[in-house]
C-alpha cells in the first residue's frame, strides 16, 4: 500500500504541469518604486481561451502562513499568437493584456500558481494545495527556501530572482525533451523567452505635456519600435465623455509609411464659449492588430475650461457675509425655543438626526457632494481645498496609491477616532435620490455625512492623520480660515450621533475627539461666513439636515461654552435678516470686540446685564472696538437700518 501511495503521489507530481499553460515568466521585484512587475503565462497553442482557468498568488512568509493573497479570473482573456499573456500594472511596458495594480506582487519567499478553478475555490487565505494546480513557481529574492510551500504545491525547488531592486525575471525555458529549467535574465515581457515565434511592434503615444487650456495647438506622436514593413494606417481617438470632434480639429486618420516608425498629428483646442468644466481627453489607437501592440494604452490630456462661474460670495481666507442666504425651512428651529442644558441639546439632534426626514448617502456619492459643496467661489471648475486653502481642479480627484498634486475626502471627525468605517455598497455612487434612512444611533453613516467631510490636498490629509484639533493646527503659513468651519464640523458630529462627543485634551479613546475649548477658539475667532452658508444649503439639498452652528452660531455657547445652562431665546440669540450677516467675535472677549460684515452706519452699544449703558459707539463698516471692562456678562445692542438686534458677550 505504501509503495502505491509513493507511485501515486510521483504520478500527481508529474502530470499536474499538464502543458496547457504555464508560467512563462515571473518579475517579482525591479528597481525604484517597484511599479513594473509582471506574470507572463504560456499555452501550448495560441490564441488559447483561458476560461475555467485562475491565477493564484501565496504568501510564503512565516506572518503569509503559505496562503492566498490574490486571486485572479483569467475568464474572458485568451493568449496572443505567441500563446502569451501578459500580467501587469499600466506602467509595464508593452500593455497588459491583463491589468492589475502597481506593486501587488510580493518579493518573496512566495509563490504564484495556475489553477482550474472557480474565484470560489480561493478566498483570501486559502491555504496552498495541489488540487485542481496545473502549474506553479515557488520564487523569492535571495530568501530562505519555503520549505513547507514547496511541499503544498509538489514543487522541489525554488527559483532566485535575484537580491532586491534586481533587473532580472525569472524564465521558462523547455528543451523540447520534457527538460523544464528557469533563468533569471533580463526581462522579455510578450515575447518568447528563447526569442523565437512572432516579434510584436510595440506602438506608443506620446504628447509633450499633460495639461492644455482652451484654444493651445499641440502634437500628437505615434512612434513603433521599429520601422514598419507596410504602411500601418490607423484611427487615432480622443473622444472622453463629453469631450469629442466638435471640441477639436486636426487629422485623426494616421500613417507611419512604409521603412519608418513615426507620424505626428498636430491638435488644436477649440476656444468655445461654454461652460463644460475641465475636460480629459483620451488618446488611443483604435482596433490595433498583431503584430502590433500597445506600449501605452491611453495617454490623457487635462483640457482647462477658461470658461467657468465666479460666484458673488467670497473664499474662506477672502469671506464675505450676508450674500448666501441659509435655506432652511420656516420654523425649522423652533423647538430649541425656551430650552436650555440637556434639553436644548436634544431638542437638536431631533432636528439634524430626524429619521422621517434625514438622509444619508454612500461615501462614493461624497465625491460628487463635495464638488458642489466645496465648490471654489472663483472658479466653478475647481474646488476649495480645507487646510491648506487653495484651489485645485475638480478632475484631479485621487483615484491611485499617488496623491501628489490630487485632493480626497477628509474627515474632520476622524474615522479611527468615532469609530466608523466604510459599510456595504459605500463605494457605489448611487446619487441624490438613492439614501438610506438613518437617526441619530446610526454611527456607521459618520463615514459619509457631507457636513464634516471636506475636500483636502491628499498629502495634507495624510499628514493630519487622526490628530485632534490642537495637536494638528493645519499647514505653516496659511490664514486659519479653515478653523471655524471644520470646528462646526466636529460639534455637529457629537450632536448628530449618539457615542460621538468633543472633549478636552486630546484623549485615546474612541468616540471621543478633542481638544473642545481649542474648537472653541476656533468657532469663536472665524465666524460662519457665505462660503460656509453655501455649503450647508448644498448638503442640505442631499441630506435633508443642516449644521445649526453655522445658522445658529451663537448656540455653541449654550451647549459648550459661556452661556450653558441658560435658556434659549431665537429672538434674543440671532439677529434679525437684515444683521444676520453681522459677525462679532471673540467671545468671549478680554478688551477688544470685532465686528465683520458691517453693512452701513451701525449702532453699537454695550450694556449691563440689568441694561445700564457702558459704552456706545456708530461703525461704517469692518472694525474693532476696544473695551475695558470688568469680567462678566454684557448685552450688545445693535442697531441697522432700522432694525435691532441682542448679543450676549463674556468679558474674561
Not at 522541489?156 to 525533451?177: H, K, L, V
Not at 484654444?215 to 500628437?220: A, E, K, S
Amino acid at each position: 500500500m505504501k509503495l502505491f501511495y509513493s507511485l501515486l503521489v510521483f504520478f500527481i507530481s508529474s502530470t499536474m504541469f499538464a502543458q496547457i499553460v504555464v508560467i512563462n515568466e515571473l518579475d517579482c521585484d525591479t528597481p525604484g518604486v517597484d511599479d513594473k512587475e509582471f506574470v507572463e503565462l504560456k499555452s501550448v497553442t495560441p490564441n488559447f481561451s483561458l476560461d475555467g482557468f485562475i491565477l493564484v498568488f501565496f504568501n510564503g512568509s512565516a506572518s503569509g502562513g503559505n496562503r492566498s493573497y490574490l486571486a485572479l479570473d483569467l475568464a474572458g482573456y485568451t493568449t496572443d499568437s505567441n500563446g502569451l499573456l501578459l500580467i501587469g500594472s499600466t506602467t509595464v511596458v508593452p500593455f497588459p493584456q491583463y491589468i492589475i495594480p502597481v506593486s501587488v506582487i510580493q518579493n518573496g519567499a512566495d509563490a504564484v500558481a495556475i489553477y482550474q478553478a472557480s474565484l470560489d475555490d480561493f478566498p483570501d487565505e486559502t491555504l496552498a494545495t495541489q488540487v485542481n494546480l496545473v502549474d506553479a513557481l515557488v520564487y523569492g529574492t535571495n530568501d530562505p527556501e519555503a520549505t513547507e510551500l514547496l511541499n503544498l504545491l509538489g514543487l522541489s525547488e525554488q527559483i532566485n530572482e535575484g537580491a532586491g531592486n534586481n533587473t532580472n525575471s525569472i524564465q521558462r525555458f523547455d528543451d523540447g525533451e520534457g527538460n523544464i529549467t528557469y533563468q533569471a535574465t533580463t526581462p522579455t515581457p510578450r515575447q518568447n523567452n528563447d526569442g523565437s515565434g512572432i516579434i510584436f511592434n510595440g506602438i506608443t503615444i506620446s504628447v509633450p505635456q499633460e495639461i492644455y487650456n482652451e484654444g493651445d495647438v499641440f502634437d500628437i506622436t505615434i512612434t513603433s519600435d521599429f520601422a514598419v514593413s507596410d504602411d500601418f494606417v490607423f484611427d487615432l481617438s480622443l473622444n472622453n465623455g463629453g469631450f469629442n470632434e466638435d471640441d477639436f480639429t486636426g487629422n485623426t486618420m494616421l500613417t507611419i509609411p512604409n521603412g519608418n516608425n513615426t507620424v505626428t498629428t498636430t491638435i488644436t483646442i477649440i476656444d468655445d464659449d461654454l461652460d463644460e468644466g475641465d475636460e480629459v481627453v483620451k488618446i488611443r489607437i483604435l482596433d490595433l492588430e498583431e503584430p502590433y501592440i500597445r506600449n501605452n494604452s491611453v495617454v490623457e490630456v487635462r483640457i482647462v475650461d477658461n470658461d467657468f462661474v465666479i460666484a458673488s460670495w467670497g473664499t474662506p481666507i477672502n469671506p464675505t457675509y450676508g450674500v448666501v442666504a441659509s435655506t432652511q425651512p420656516d420654523g425649522y428651529y423652533n423647538s430649541l425655543n425656551g430650552l436650555a442644558g440637556e434639553d436644548l441639546k436634544q431638542a437638536v439632534q431631533e432636528i439634524i438626526a430626524d429619521q422621517n426626514t434625514v438622509r444619508t448617502h454612500t461615501y462614493a456619492d461624497i465625491i460628487d457632494i463635495l464638488k458642489s459643496a466645496d465648490q471654489n467661489p472663483l472658479n466653478s471648475n475647481e474646488v476649495w481645498l480645507v487646510y491648506t486653502e487653495q484651489s485645485r481642479s475638480k478632475l484631479e480627484f485621487q483615484t491611485g496609491s499617488s496623491g501628489v498634486g490630487k485632493w480626497n475626502r477628509e474627515h474632520t471627525y476622524p474615522r479611527s477616532l468615532g469609530g466608523f468605517n466604510s459599510i456595504e455598497d459605500d463605494d457605489i455612487a448611487t446619487g441624490i435620490n438613492s439614501f438610506w434612512i438613518t437617526n441619530a444611533d446610526s454611527l456607521r453613516h459618520g463615514n459619509s455625512d457631507a457636513h464634516a467631510l471636506r475636500a483636502a490636498d491628499a498629502g495634507e490629509n495624510s499628514s493630519r492623520g487622526n490628530q485632534h484639533y490642537g495637536q494638528y493646527n493645519g499647514p505653516a503659513g496659511t490664514l486659519g480660515g479653515f478653523k471655524g468651519d471644520v470646528a462646526r464640523g466636529v460639534l455637529y458630529m457629537e450632536i448628530r450621533f449618539n457615542g460621538l462627543s468633543v472633549v478636552d485634551g486630546f484623549p485615546a479613546v474612541t468616540g471621543q475627539m478633542g481638544d473642545l475649548q481649542t474648537i472653541l477658539t476656533w468657532h469663536r475667532n472665524d465666524a460662519p461666513d457665505d462660503f460656509e452658508m453655501n455649503r450647508n444649503n448644498v448638503v442640505y439639498e442631499w441630506q435633508r439636515n443642516r449644521n445649526p452652528f453655522i445658522d445658529l452660531p451663537d448656540l455653541v455657547e449654550y451647549i459648550w461654552g459661556n452661556l450653558v445652562g441658560e435658556v434659549w431665546d431665537q429672538e434674543l440669540s440671532i439677529a434679525d435678516a437684515a444683521l444676520n450677516q453681522l459677525k462679532i467675535y471673540p467671545n468671549p472677549a478680554k478688551d477688544y470686540l470685532q465686528f465683520k460684515g458691517v453693512n452701513g452706519a451701525t449702532d453699537i452699544t454695550i450694556l449691563t446685564i440689568d441694561g445700564r449703558q457702558l459704552q456706545s459707539q456708530r461703525i461704517y463698516n469692518d472694525t474693532t472696538i476696544d473695551m475695558s471692562l470688568s469680567s462678566g456678562m454684557y448685552l450688545l445692542n445693535i442697531t441697522s437700518e432700522g432694525q435691532t438686534a441682542i448679543r450676549k458677550i463674556l468679558v474674561q
